[in-house]
């Protein structure tokens, strides 16, 4: 007997199905199905022929592959007992519980007493499913690894794309073509990783960003991750993803993997994109005020560092709201007795010696510029140079001659009176002063990974945010360290890189479009000369590409000439004009002919305008600019294409180009087939287009 399920939105079909009470299996998981499709026939189709040189019988690539039933492969649960000795569970099907686009399927091993169960799930608006698994022991068992439920890898594909990267050098796709085996990605550091984004694209043969079937995955746990890709010596392909191995500690009688975010499309790797950037929009984010417009954000750290004085921020302060900033946010440096980053971590109370009468005067005149007010923490960090780390030395995790990170140890988060001060000295603050934004920061790797790390500060998180529900949170872990699905349950913007050169920016932010949206990724105008590269950007590059995406200044602001302040206000005040349909627009990656361009085009979700950053990375290999074109379309209606940025035309540009002159009205089956041709321009220029649906 076969028992089948199916999973459907506009835009993907995913079917289940069990035969004789086994672990279900997807049979198919693509394009939509027809809705009278007879799901018992491709489950029978799913079925592989056998040959020489194989077992009787294939093993099934369920949803969880089991090492004792001669699976070939990785299996996607590996359990020990107490006392270390190994388990292989035959889970059995229990029941199914279904309903409008969820479906949950219980599995046991009676002999076991252990109970295995996958949830499926999937958005009719945004069409990304949501997976999810959890075992339940009546003896604690160690857990050295369960996968949430195991997709198959599609067969026509050669390569997948994954996410590595470095500090200020994060987002670097890198391409790995399926072979016989394993391809095996961990994240040990205890956070996402600036190395290992939890993230994977498997296209189909010949897919770019705008055609072609595309499968991804994005892994939502902040802890490190571990992510399986393997083909076996069938050919068959499947695909896990998990908390990183081994890290659970401690015997336990209840594990659950993190929701694992899965989409499929045949747009493209855009599709993909799409899906997640509106699901992490719409359904991960939780906004203090969705109607609320994201406000122009003004950090200080690379003003003052450390060296805080009262007056030179109040003047700091005037000069960036006259600029347009509409949020102040005091960085590091505030507290305990922070002259440097050696000391004071944990000691979360105002520096006196800085602030004589607290944080209210200069709060006061940030709100008489209407501005509101933010503030940093480091709350896992403590320094051994602290008043706390005196007085709880047992607090901090991993041994006393562990290796320091940035002068500084963790805090044990899995303890419950180490979330409790952190609670109290942190929610004091919120209480007494007008604070509406937290810079929670993360700036060094754990001495080991640990998930009741992770499960500690996800509580404390839930308990700040369920007492003072009006706060933002920006998730910061020395930039891009920690992003993911998890995280971002509890948190509403990104900071993308500690890297503010523009023109790593650009690609950057190209690259995180695969996963994000504009509305919570940060992208700050920096200083002229960038302190991370040591390179000197014009000021139009610096602020356009930070009006890609939530746009922000972070320099002194007093640095800058009457030239540069004028084109800040004037890229200011076009993104303000403008942000409340570009932090809701769909961001298509468009496919550049010039292989200088790094180009993407915002598109409203009404589909009546879209704006196009097209930016010269580096010299194009040609004299002339190839033409870009564009994508998501109409074909058939008539666009108004004007350039944005027409004042800053140089001297390269010398011809009668259309574009130049004024703006262009075309159908959308040009600019999506030949394209539009682009002014001439140096490198380290961006060309920003406004359309508009006639």
Known sequence: MTDCWRLDSFAQTLVLASTDARLPEVVYWGAPLAKGSDLAALAAAHALDRTGGMLDANAPLSICPEADRSFPGQP????????????????????????????????????????????????????????SAEIESEAPVIVDW????????????????????????????????????????????GRSGHEHFPGLIVPGRGATNTAGDVWAFHYGWSGGHRMVAEE???????????????????????????????????????????????????????????????????????????????????????????????????????????????????DWWIDDRKYPDGLAPLIEHVHGLNMSFGIWFEPEMINA???????????????????EGRQQLVLDMANEEVRDYLFDRIGALLRDHAIDYI????????????????????????????????????????GGGRIDAGILERTHRVWLSDSNDALERLRMQHEAALFLPAAITGSH???????????????????????QRHMGFEMDPRELSEEEAQVLTRVTAWWKANRGWTMRADIHRLDAADGAVIAEQQMADDGTRFAVFAGYARTSDQIMPRPLRLAGLDPDAVYRVDLANREDLGVLSRGPLALKDGP???????????????????PDTIWVLEGTRL
């Open 76 to 131: 996607g649960l590996a359990l020990r007992d107490e006392g270390g000795r190994v388990l292989r569970p035959r889970l059995r099907l229990q029941e199914a519980e279904t309903g409008r686009d969820r479906l949950a399927l219980r599995c046991t091993d009676a002999d076991l007493g252990l109970s295995y169960t996958a949830r499926f799930a999937i958005d009719p608006d945004t069409h990304v499913l949501t997976l």
């Open 146 to 189: 369960l996968a949430a439920p195991v997709l198959p890898g599609p067969q026509l594909s050669d390569e997948m794309i994954d996410m590595a990267g470095r500090w200020i050098g994060e987002f670097r796709p890198q391409r790995t073509p399926w072979s016989s085996g394993i391809r095996l990605r961990e994240a040990r550091t």
């Open 232 to 346: 076996l010596p069938d050919g068959r392909r499947q695909v896990q993803f998990g908390h990183a191995t081994a890290t659970e500690l401690a015997p336990v009688t209840r594990a659950a993997t993190g929701p694992l975010l899965a989409s499929f499309s045949r747009a493209g790797l855009n599709g993909c994109a799409i899906a997640f950037q509106r699901h992490i929009r719409d359904r991960v984010v939780r906004w203090p005020d969705p109607k609320r417009p994201r406000p122009v954000h003004y950090n200080c750290w690379e003003a003052i560092y450390f060296d805080h004085d009262v007056e030179t921020l109040k003047q700091i302060a005037t000069r960036a709201s006259a600029l347009g900033a509409e949020r102040f946010v005091l960085d590091d440096g505030w507290f305990g007795k922070r002259d440097d980053d050696t000391s004071s971590l944990g």
């Open 385 to 403: 140079d602290s008043d706390t780390y005196r007085a709880h030395p047992g607090w901090a995790m991993g041994p006393r001659d562990q290796i």
């Open 439 to 478: 810079k929670w920061d993360h700036n060094r790797l754990l001495p080991y990974p640990d998930a009741g790390q992770t499960r500690g500060i996800y509580d404390l998180l839930d308990r700040l945010r369920a007492a003072h529900p009006e706060v933002e949170i920006e998730s910061c872990a020395s």
């Open 525 to 547: 105008v920096g200083p002229r000369h960038c302190h991370t590269s040591g390179r000197v950007h014009d000021i139009r590059l610096r602020a356009w590409v930070a009006a």
């Open 664 to 682: 262009v009205d075309l159908p959308g089956a040009y600019l999506m087939s030949h394209g539009l041709h682009l002014p001439s321009a140096f």
